[in-house]
């Protein structure tokens, strides 16, 4: 998913889903974080755009499918 500059992404998790797994704060510890047992925490919901490259990457690197990067209508 290409984001066009200046494009505004919101990022979700959902922690029923999350597997612990911690790509998403590799990809983009500005923006996630783990809490004690592991599971994801959004540090910043609305992404400012020199992250969204890694908003993005963290979302595709997500091997559950937790975390969600999208536009917001």
Do not use: N
């Not at 996630?32 to 963290?58: I, M, N, Y």
């Amino acid at each position: 998913m290409v984001t066009p500059t200046g494009s505004t992404l919101r990022l979700t998790a959902d922690r029923e889903v999350c597997a612990g797994a911690g790509q998403c704060v590799r990809a983009a510890p500005d923006l996630f974080d783990q809490d004690d047992d592991g599971l994801v925490v959004v540090l910043r919901a609305d992404v400012p755009p020199e992250a969204s490259e890694r908003a993005l990457t963290a979302a595709d690197w997500c091997p559950s499918g937790a975390v969600a990067a999208h536009r917001p209508r």
